[in-house]
């Protein structure tokens, strides 16, 4: 199994930036798609940005493409997600989660989850 820890969260005001980092341990993470999902106490766990196991394909939700980018380093067993041009509607709980499906990562397939970081995002 792949243990996944969040941090880099924190307050921001809107058009500002963060980075959130993944940190991620096990012996199968270089074969999991990685993927960030958001959390408000209203909603379940929005999809926010996944990517394959090698790095090469992306995907991103409307509401944040050309905002985030998702990324990874193998090597040090990272993900990460650099969020800018932050709006408040940004504001929740991010989640880092692991798939199995390395290389086409179905939303309902992400298994594995951190306890996530909050991001605050004001006007």
């Known amino acids: 199994q792949v243990q996944l820890v969040e941090s880099g969260g924190g307050s921001v005001q809107a058009g500002g930036s963060l980075r959130l980092s993944c940190a991620a341990s096990?012996?199968?993470?270089?074969?999991?798609?990685m993927g960030w999902f958001r959390r408000t106490p209203e909603k379940e766990p929005q999809f926010v940005s996944s990517?394959?196991?090698?790095?090469?394909?992306?995907r991103y939700d409307d509401s944040v493409k050309g905002r985030f980018t998702i990324s990874r380093d193998n090597a040090k067993w990272m993900v990460y997600l650099q969020m800018d041009s932050l709006k408040p509607e940004d504001t929740a709980v991010y989640f880092c989660?692991?798939?199995?499906?390395?290389?086409?990562?179905?939303?309902?397939?992400?298994?594995?989850w951190g306890k996530g970081t909050q991001v605050t995002v004001s006007s």
């Open positions: 096990g012996h199968t993470f270089s074969t999991y798609a």
């Open positions: 989660a692991a798939s199995p499906y390395g290389s086409i990562p179905d939303v309902t397939s992400f298994g594995y």
């Open positions: 990517i394959t196991s090698d790095g090469r394909s992306t």
